[in-house]
């Protein structure tokens, strides 16, 4: 019976299409993934394997842990760089060739911009200019100290008294000094992966949609339902077969995408805390790279399976495809649009919507907070945990209501 109903699926063209176009969108985000540059010594822009080759290995001669002395050196060596005669040049090339000679450093100096920033939530690409060797031991302090200014000020109102302080602790209880290596892989793997993720669940959404509403549409709901099984193992082979399809479609599409780019781009880093990359400096979840990885693909797929669960008990109620394809699209896309409204208390419920499941990368950075029974926690583990139950409550349902349905 499960065999049946995956026929039904994937036998027809718009089943096999829709396989096809995930197929093409997934490699047209591996290439944006993977548009990683070098440029050498005479200031040329390099594009390619090799190019990658060369980027990992000058940034890995800066690997290891960024202590104070660490900071010193890419401070100087910035400082080298910066008043060098080709920095100071007009002419591209030279200017380029400058470039090129901290190529090395880049990751780390984009970390001293966000340290000894002017504010929380400010950057300045040119900050690390300004930097004196002295200044290094500051380093860690300061991203404490520009948190504890920003609840002071900007953020006052935002939180209570004791997220401020869950805050400050989480801040303070980062391990440091941080270890830093070439994270080039993961770095862009992250900064697509909401991409993939909502692609492959738009497209789940069309390919689960039908599942319990064909058989209206067919006309065939008669045999079906009068049928020794019609009510019972049919019903249940219909939810198997959606999981299945979640399971292999999402897991071959997110594995397949993190394969090309790691295997292009190198899986270094993986063991890196998350605040030693721009992208996740102010994050408050102390975690590496790799259980990063591990949150964002756990995500995706607990999303996937709720949204595609509700789509069928969507199709199951209504006995429309339709109405079962346009909810991927109501829970992706609605909360962007009310995301512009100015409130808090929007700002908290936006923030627990079964499409955060899907962009986890970026909900890692954001800094939603809640307090249950106590205890205060970010966004992440709620979304975790709420959506892993609701779908395990969904199945049933869906069974029920399918179930009981009337011939005609």
């Not at 019976?1 to 026929?7: D, G, H, N, P």
Request: charge should be neutral; hydrophobic fraction near 45%; charged fraction near 20%.
């Amino acid at each position: 019976m499960l065999q049946y109903e995956l026929k039904k699926v994937f036998l027809k063209t718009g089943g096999r299409a829709a396989l096809f176009l995930i197929l093409i969108l997934v490699g047209i985000t591996c290439y944006f993934a993977a548009d990683v540059y070098y440029v050498n010594e005479n200031g040329e822009k390099e594009i390619g394997s090799g190019a990658v080759r060369e980027l990992r290995a000058v940034q890995k001669e800066w690997a290891g842990y960024l202590d104070e002395e660490k900071i010193r050196q890419v401070i100087a060596e910035n400082n080298r760089i910066r008043h060098s005669p080709e920095a100071l040049s007009k002419e591209l090339v030279k200017e380029n060739i400058a470039y090129g000679w901290g190529q090395g450093i880049a990751e780390i100096r984009n970390l001293l911009n966000c340290s000894y920033a002017e504010g929380f939530r400010e950057y300045d690409y040119y900050r690390a200019d300004a930097l004196s060797e002295d200044e290094a031991g500051w380093f860690y302090e300061n991203r404490i100290s520009l948190l504890k200014k920003w609840l002071e000020d900007e953020a006052e109102d935002m939180f209570s008294e004791k997220e401020k302080e869950y805050l400050i602790r989480r801040y303070d209880s980062v391990q440091t000094p941080f270890y830093y290596d070439y994270m080039k892989g993961w770095t862009q793997l992250f900064e697509y992966s909401p991409t993939v993720i909502m692609i492959v669940m738009l497209i789940l959404g069309y390919l689960v949609a039908g599942i319990f509403s064909n058989e209206f549409a067919w006309k065939s709901d008669a045999v079906l339902f009068s049928s020794m099984y019609g009510r019972n193992k049919a019903v249940v082979s219909k939810i198997g077969a959606g999981i299945f399809i979640v399971t292999a479609v999402y897991w071959g599409a997110v594995l397949l995408y993190s394969g090309i780019v790691l295997l292009y781009l190198g899986a270094d880093g993986l063991q890196c805390p998350v605040q030693a990359d721009r992208s996740g400096w102010k994050c408050f979840y102390n975690i590496t790279v790799w259980q990063k990885y591990l949150l964002i693909i756990a995500g995706g797929y607990i999303g996937c399976l709720f949204i595609s669960f509700l789509s069928m008990l969507v199709s199951a109620k209504t006995k429309s495809t339709v109405l079962a394809v346009m909810v991927p699209f109501a829970l992706i896309f609605i909360p962007s649009f009310l995301a512009n409204i100015n409130s808090a208390s929007v700002s908290k419920i936006l923030s627990l919507l079964p499409d955060q499941l899907l962009q986890t990368e970026m909900a890692l950075n954001y800094f939603s907070l809640y307090t249950v029974a106590g205890k205060t926690v970010g966004a992440v583990p709620v979304l975790l945990a709420v959506y892993t139950a609701l779908t395990v409550m969904l199945a049933p349902l869906v069974y029920w209501e399918y179930g009981r349905k009337q011939i005609g």
